[in-house]
């Protein structure tokens, strides 16, 4: 039974995890919003490609067509740090290209995955989130009790009875509870509604990363005009980290393919995925 227990607390924690992470990646992977790519294309699979790889490559395929794919570097660098040729690959697809005939698109120029950070503030989130889940299971039991090996499993069952919110719990005549059980209360202060405040704080910090300005009207009455300004101004930077490269590649590719592609922020796709964070209601509009 221990096992099973320890089993299942691990596949809550790694949901826990994997919750928080996909809530972030879903919006880091919705902030930028492709126009006129051809329609052998997918936009999604780009963004995925930067946000995992950091990178991804553009080409033209003689059979297939135009193709954004994942990147990797298909020879020594140059004096650049660059390669002069790349292969890009994908599921049964792997093919070499040159700089003359494929263009790099970075996610930014470190050329890292977004998923980097997105995993560090996850993980955050996630400590917080189960300390909140256990303070409040906590107010519900704060008692240890004392008994013999014995009495165990007949204290066991009369408190799953009690976890499971039963309005009665029916005992044997012959149960003691004065000779059985000896309590002491633990008395665990109910920190909840602080680690709520701190999981805000984090939600806000990452946003921010994702050049998405969240800052609360409260909080902003409070700040003096030019803190107001810094911190929109430092958010626009971390959007534009994301977004100029973008931009760039989209330059060389209508340059070297005679394309009109075009990126920009997507205002209204992150307007709808960011009201699904609905403890947050104070995250109101985006960094441009």
């Known amino acids: 039974m ?30 930028a919003k492709w126009e006129n790519l051809p329609e052998t294309c997918d936009a999604r699979f780009l963004e995925l490609s930067l946000f995992d790889y950091g990178k991804a490559i553009f080409v033209k ?17 140059n004096v650049y740090n660059l390669p002069d040729n790349y292969l890009a690959f994908s599921i049964n697809y792997s093919k070499m290209y040159d700089k003359d005939n ?30 909140q ?37 029916f005992a044997n005549r012959s149960f003691n509870v004065d000779n059985m059980i000896g309590c002491i209360k633990t008395d665990a202060p109910f920190v909840a509604d602080k680690l709520q405040q701190l999981k805000l704080d984090v939600l806000n910090e990452v946003l921010s990363f994702l050049g998405i300005n969240n800052a609360n009207t409260e909080k902003k009455e409070r700040l003096i005009q030019d803190e107001v300004n810094a911190n929109n101004e430092l958010i626009n930077i971390y959007m534009d980290t994301f977004i100029d490269p973008r931009k760039e ?7 070297m393919f005679n394309l009109n592609v075009s990126v920009d922020v997507n205002k209204n796709m992150l307007s709808k995925l960011l009201n699904e964070f609905n ?3 104070y995250v109101t509009e985006m960094g441009v």
């Not at 590649?249 to 340059?255: D, G, V």
């Open 133 to 169: 889940d256990t303070n409040v299971i906590a107010q519900k039991t704060p008692v240890l009790l004392q008994c013999s090996n014995n009495e165990r499993l007949t204290l066991e069952n009369l408190y799953k009875k009690y976890d499971g919110n039963m309005p009665f719990i």
């Open 2 to 31: 221990k096992n099973k227990n320890d089993f299942l607390s691990m596949l809550s924690n790694n949901a826990i995890f994997m919750d928080w992470y996909n809530r972030l990646k879903l919006i880091a992977i919705s902030i």
């Open 61 to 77: 395929d003689s059979s297939l067509g135009f193709l954004n794919l994942n990147v990797t570097w298909g020879s020594e660098l």
């Open 279 to 281: 403890n947050i209601p």
């Open 249 to 255: 590649a989209c330059e060389k590719i209508n340059k």
């Open 102 to 131: 494929s263009v790099l698109i970075l996610n930014n120029l470190l050329m890292r995955p977004t998923s980097n950070t997105i995993q560090l503030y996850a993980k955050r989130l996630y400590d917080i989130q189960t300390a």
